[in-house]
């Protein structure tokens, strides 16, 4: 069967995993965190302030993340579901809370990457049912005027100069 | 499908530049890279080889702005062009909005452009993507050299589906800008 899924959040969602992403950075000490999609786009993130690389953190990191996931088919593993990256003063810790979605977790020496691990596995059962929740809700309709304004913007944005 | 936000009132969309090697898609990027407000791009990332050979992809993150409330983005890949690397194509077609299918004109490369236009539709549907959903372009580019097919025999060759097609030459940017408008429109339309 053909598909092509996409990913559509809701307000009740994006609040309850900005809650939940705020409180894993309280608890785990870790410095930045941001849910993204599979497809490397960011869903939302829990910083102390804004990180101008956030789109290009994200793409990477799914990217990486994806070329894992043919790494364990190689190996004739089921799935690696973690991936984990140590620096001399920043770790980078990714992780798969659904098909879609992943959770992209830095942190320095001030915290231990075993409280980082114990926590985000706990948060992401919780995230997951937010997620899978949504599949059922109906998502709101885009403005109808929304394919020929977008028209109008691309034509400006996009001309020799 | 993009990823909509509604509650952050955002909206992406993907779009991937596919061909053969050397056939012209980073130089699209870059070329898009340089010339478009410095306002509404992002940094350009490139996993590249020592010899600038895209190994894995490049990345441009461009942002449309607010439209209808809505902030409306496109991320806009490479794949990497040479055979050996098909399974990070694989990896980064996944979720894709859009192609933009690189023919690199010359006679020359007639049997690279036909392998690499295989293996799209191979890979394509081999993730199981509904098609009719996916904006498709030719880009038939490198207008500007000698040797080169006219645009109706590379149509004739390549374009089994009846898509958009447009001429360039990505290294004076000469129809770069046409060629991305053509799927942006066709993302936003397909994808509603």
Redesign the interface.
């Known amino acids: 069967?053909?598909?092509?899924?996409?990913?559509?959040?809701?307000?009740r969602?994006?609040?309850r995993c900005d809650v939940l992403l705020r409180k894993l950075k309280e608890v785990t000490g870790s410095s930045f965190l941001a849910l993204i999609?599979?497809?490397?786009?960011p869903?939302?993130t829990a910083s102390d302030s804004y990180h101008p690389?956030t789109?290009?953190l994200a793409?990477?990191a799914a990217?990486s993340f994806?070329?894992t996931q043919?790494l364990a088919k190689i190996l004739d593993e089921n799935e690696f579901t973690l991936l984990f990256h140590e620096g001399k003063g920043l770790n980078l810790h990714v992780s798969q809370v659904t098909e879609q979605v992943l959770l992209i977790v830095t942190f320095g020496h001030e915290t231990q990457v075993g409280k980082v691990r114990l926590y985000t596995q706990r948060a992401i059962e919780v995230l997951r049912q937010i997620f899978e929740a949504a599949d059922d809700t109906p998502?709101?309709e885009?403005?109808a005027?929304?394919?020929s304004?977008?028209?109008t913007?691309?034509?400006d944005?996009?001309?020799?100069? | 499908?993009?990823?909509?936000?509604?509650?952050?009132r955002e909206i992406?969309y993907?779009i991937v530049y596919y061909g053969c090697g050397l056939c012209g898609k980073t130089t699209n990027l870059q070329y898009i890279h340089r010339?478009?407000?410095p306002d509404?791009r992002?940094?350009l990332?490139s996993i590249a080889t020592e010899e600038e050979r895209t190994l894995?992809?490049d990345?441009l993150?461009?942002t449309?702005?607010t439209?209808?409330?809505?902030q409306?983005?496109f991320?806009l890949?490479t794949v990497p062009g040479q055979s050996y690397y098909n399974?990070?194509r694989k990896?980064?077609l996944?979720?894709?909005d859009g192609v933009i299918f690189v023919a690199d004109s010359q006679i020359t490369r007639l049997d690279e452009n036909v392998e690499s236009y295989l293996n799209l539709w191979d890979n394509l549907l081999g993730q199981?993507?509904?098609?009719s959903?996916?904006g498709f372009v030719i880009q038939m580019n490198k207008r500007d050299l000698g040797d080169i097919f006219s645009v109706e025999d590379l149509n004739e060759l390549l374009n089994h589906t009846g898509s958009s097609v447009t001429e360039a030459s990505a290294i004076t940017?000469e129809g770069v800008?046409d060629t991305?408008?053509v799927v942006?429109?066709q993302v936003?339309?397909k994808?509603?």
């Open positions: 069967m053909a598909r092509r899924k996409g990913l559509v959040i809701n307000d969602q994006f609040d999609s599979t497809s490397g786009q869903i939302t690389e789109l290009s793409s990477l990217s994806a070329a043919q998502p709101p885009m403005d005027d929304f394919e304004s977008a028209g913007a691309i034509d944005l996009f001309k020799d100069v | 499908m993009p990823l909509i936000n509604f509650a952050a992406n993907k010339k478009i407000n509404a992002g940094k990332v894995y992809f990345f993150p461009l449309l702005g439209v209808k409330g809505m409306t983005r991320h890949y399974a990070s990896l980064v996944q979720g894709v199981g993507d509904d098609l959903k996916l940017g800008f991305l408008k942006c429109k936003i339309a994808t509603g």
